[in-house]
């Protein structure tokens, strides 16, 4: 027997009666959070330092900035060099207001800072921020070619380092003095994720890392029972299983500051170059790659030689935001103090990430309305 329209409708009432009061609630805390999330960030960001507070510039190629400047057109040349002066400007800055300036680190901390004698040059190797393909430019103007061409960019013998030298070597010292140094570095919650996908998704080496990290990842997942976790990651080390570490254990993980949970993909990018220690001449940003590696390129050299590569990194926009809307927004804060230095030193500005994602975030609770 079928139902009359009235009786339908009947049934329906308190269905839809709960999903607009679940809409309107979830629209609310997603709102106040996020409300509360902005107006703090700073605050949270810096601790309470007021030094500190707006004092980077926005870079070209930051989060909402503009675009990049036309290679090659009119006063291209001058319009990048006031570009990487800003950069070093806002570096100097915040090694003062840190206080982290000092004499360089010993040679076993430079084991990421490449050299090319022929071209008087110093790459600090930035992973996640463009490594490979800056390796490749590089591979083509190094004495090493042909080794490099044999056995890949990731040889560990492929390209030589300052780690090859003693402490207080004059060879470390005149190659730190006279040669061009320059390093490629990303947004740091861009960044972050980037090393999650890669290591712990979708990239050729998750098993490698689940090995090496996963149990660790693992045991944030129930705190209380971390011996469980343990016999799991046991367990499935020796079979095709999979971890599968979500991200906000990643981030959680991340967030301990401990060393079991430390990897040159995810930890600050200043702890990888010393720039507080180390002079360098030009900050290039993964966003606006090809107009800092031209620029770099035209001003050593290598232009002359080697192809500069033909476009910049395309923002993760909704693909970052859908991910970190899974991360808490306590936790979203705690990654802001922990890459506070790499957000002022390198000109990059971590409200306005936030503030990016939230507008994806409350487009998407539109949808709902």
């Avoid at 960001?45 to 926005?58: I, N, Y």
Wanted: include cysteine.
């Amino acid at each position: 027997m079928s139902s009359s329209p009235r009786s339908m409708l009947k049934n329906l009432a308190v269905p839809m009666i709960l999903y607009f009061v679940i809409v309107v609630l979830i629209t609310a805390l997603t709102r106040s959070s996020y409300f509360q999330l902005t107006t703090d960030s700073e605050e949270q960001l810096l601790e309470g330092d007021s030094r500190l507070v707006g004092t980077a510039p926005d870079s070209e190629g930051g989060p909402g900035s503009e675009s990049e400047p036309v290679s090659g057109g009119p006063d291209w040349e001058t319009r990048m060099a006031q570009i990487h002066l800003d950069r070093r400007t806002a570096l100097q800055g915040a090694c003062e207001a840190f206080d982290l300036a000092g004499p360089p680190p010993p040679p076993k901390k430079l084991h990421k800072l490449r050299y090319n004698d022929p071209y008087r040059i110093v790459y600090c190797d930035v992973a996640k921020a463009g490594s490979t393909t800056m390796k490749e430019i590089l591979a083509k103007v190094d004495p090493n070619y042909e080794y490099i061409r044999r056995n890949g960019l990731h040889d560990p013998a492929a390209f030589n380092d300052l780690s090859l030298f003693s402490a207080g070597s004059p060879d470390l010292k005149f190659r730190l003095t006279n040669y061009t140094k320059f390093m490629i570095v990303r947004e740091p919650l861009e960044r972050l994720l980037s090393a999650y996908q890669d290591k712990f998704k979708y990239g050729p080496g998750v098993r490698e890392y689940e090995s090496n990290y996963g149990k660790h990842f693992l045991e944030v997942r129930t705190p209380r029972d971390s011996e469980k976790w343990k016999r799991v990651a046991t367990r499935t080390a020796s079979r095709e299983a999979r971890l599968n570490v979500t991200f906000a254990e990643f981030v959680r993980g991340v967030l301990t500051g401990e060393e079991q949970f430390l990897n040159i993909h995810w930890q600050p990018q200043h702890l990888i170059c010393h720039p507080c220690q180390i002079s360098y001449d030009y900050i290039g940003h993964l966003e606006t790659m090809q107009n800092d590696v031209r620029y770099i390129m035209y001003k050593t050299g290598m232009l002359e030689k080697v192809a500069p590569p033909t476009q910049s990194a395309r923002r993760a926009g909704k693909n970052m935001a859908n991910m970190y809307a899974e991360i808490p927004l306590q936790d979203i804060r705690k990654l802001g103090r922990l890459f506070a230095f790499d957000y002022i030193a390198y000109s990059f500005n971590f409200e306005k990430t936030v503030r990016n994602m939230a507008k994806i975030w409350e487009n998407d609770l539109r949808l709902f309305l």
